[in-house]
């Protein structure tokens, strides 16, 4: 206090409303930091469902489905709460403006995996057209996609997300390589149409991450 004098009370009470919102904006990014770890796992299992034939992986990609919606739900809640009643300032209100978006990105990206498991469980009792050495290298960047999108809005981190960029311009190569590929084998086999047909309607996807990029 100035002079010697004790401080305002409402000095003091908006230093305490300050901090309390500080920690609740971390506690927004540690929900969307789980919201994330969720969706990766989603992406890992799913393709693994795919590239695997492994049914018991798709199952569980369909159970957590119900948890990734409620956190999503979760998270908009909580985050358009601080927004009606903590008036933030601009840097805040971008944080919070965007953090509802993404989570509903990451929501989208989701369902993008339990619709690559419905795909998955159609092709369970099918051969395998092709050793697919290309779609675990492409789930793998998209999973690391995700967490970096993340990990680079949380932290401010405007080097990490250029990465993510990069790695953009690859997943592209191997879904456009990929779809060549597909296209190649159906003019060779034209019995094999609908699987490819399937995998293909698989990758489409994987590119669920491009998203979180504008934000």
Known sequence: ARDGLPG?????SERSDMKHFQEELG????????????????????????????????????KN????????????EFATRLLATQQPMAAD???LTAAIKINSDLERMGDLAVNIVERALSLMHEPVIRPAIDIPQMAKL???MVRKSLDSFVRSDSDLA????????????????????????MQKDPSKVEEAYERGAALAHEKGPEALLHR
């Open 65 to 76: 489905e119900a948890r990734i919606n409620q956190i999503e739900i979760e998270i908009d």
């Open 8 to 12: 305002r009370p409402h000095e003091a």
């Open 142 to 144: 998209t999973e690391s």
């Open 162 to 185: 250029r990465t993510v960029l990069l790695s953009d311009d690859a997943v592209d190569d191997l879904r456009d390589s990929i779809y060549e590929e597909l296209l190649s084998f």
């Open 93 to 95: 209100l971008r944080f």
């Open 27 to 62: 506690d927004l990014k540690h929900r969307l930091l789980e919201m994330g770890g969720l969706v990766e796992s989603a992406i890992y299992r799913s393709v693994l469902a795919v590239v695997e034939k492994d049914a018991e992986q798709a199952q569980q990609v369909l």
